[in-house]
């Protein structure tokens, strides 16, 4: 075979066979399609889509092109849930330690953040020895002992989905379903649990910018996990505004605290636990909101996120420090009425030149920088109210202050925000 034939085949509108699929992510992983070729062929992808069918060989020969993680030694139906990508998206680490501590083991692989969006590996590494590499021994022997691990994505695991997802982010190939989908599922059928829940997320902060092509994302990987014999749920939840109050890393970290002591916005928490109970469902646990809601009040799932720090090398003591940016900047509102928008994608840029985020890989993260929104979309606010603090590592500029200031949108209307839109099973 020839990558230049299946390049031009896919260019044509053509359908590529299991056995063409195959060849051009093994040839991929072990270097013998170079990326300018593979770059071509994501392009092509992005023009002309893929089948079903396609869109299943490429999951599973991404899934074949690293490790495969066994859980049976864990007792119980093994739950994991991924994103899709978000602003102040610091749902998982709220999650996975509310699910865990009904008893269900959350085995969970994460990934680093880049461009406006954040990850929950760089979230975790705020926290003063936060170990998030483990052996596959280690990763299982503390699912087993408490429950609850959060580790960064192995190295051999979909190495395929390593190199691809690096090269269509710097070649505007990242936002077409079927490359999402194979991405997301290779990785979560690879990593071994046995019912995924997938937060499809929706609007200007996100990949998928309207609820069609959001339902179809969501729709292709559902059926991808079920093919499979994996429980699979997608949410489709909005972001048009940040999750929560917070972005950047140390201050998600204790918006996340203060969420797991029953302190957090109503919005998010109610949110959080509407995950929770269908990540629940999905492992046969039935649980009220009323329950659920508990483990955050009474301290159980702290105490779960707690014991997996601790398992993981975390300091206690600097899990509970509030954020050490030297400058802190209030933002008031400049008028009477509701907040109408708070743009995600404009607050995750912005939030990434302070250092919460990267442009590129090799960028150093400032872990304490970020901005808390005491306001949010249908709140109200009056002249003067403080809407936001900026944590910065250096004096905010006159320009910056503006920009910050125009996205603040407010208006006469009061907007109620939905955070689950949609659900597909
Ligand atoms: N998240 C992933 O893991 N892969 C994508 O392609 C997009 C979001």
Partial sequence: M?????????????????????????????GYVPDYQMSALAMAIYFKGMTMRETRDMTMAMVASGQQIDLSAIAGVKTDKHSTGGVGDKVTLILAPLV????????????????????????LES???YQIERSQEDFIKQVQEIGLSVIGQSDNLVKADKLLYAL???????????????????????????????????????????????????RTMVDLGKEVGRKTVAVITDMSQPVGRAIGNRLEVLEALEIMQGKGRADVTEFICDLAQIMLGLAGVE?????????????????KFEAMVQAQGGDLEDLHRPSAAPVVTSIYAEEDGFITELPALEFGLFAMKLGAGRAVKTDPLDYE??????????????????????YSNEKISQNGLTEFQKNVKIGGVQMKPKEIIKIIS
Wanted: glycine share 10%; charged share 30%.
């Fill in 168 to 218: 269509r982010d710097v070649t505007a190939t990242v936002d077409i379903i079927p490359l999402i989908a194979s991405s997301v599922m290779s990785k979560k059928i690879a990593a071994g649990a046995d019912s995924i829940l997938l937060d499809v997320t929706v609007g200007d902060g996100a990949f998928m910018k309207t609820i069609e092509e959001a339902e179809e994302l969501s």
């Fill in 127 to 129: 926290i003063k020895g």
């Fill in 100 to 123: 865990a501590s009904f008893g269900v083991p959350v085995a969970k692989m994460s990934g680093r953040g880049l461009g406006h969006t954040g990850g929950t590996i760089d979230k």
């Fill in 369 to 390: 920088a970020g901005i808390v929104f005491e306001k949010k979309v249908g709140d109200a606010v009056k002249t003067g109210d403080l809407v936001a603090k900026i």
């Fill in 287 to 303: 649980k009220s909101l009323e329950e659920i809601e508990d483990h955050l009040v009474n301290g159980r799932a702290l105490e």
């Fill in 2 to 30: 020839r990558a230049v034939d299946l390049i031009q085949k896919k260019r044509d509108g053509l359908e590529l066979s299991t056995e063409e699929i195959q060849w051009l992510i093994e040839g991929y992983t072990d």
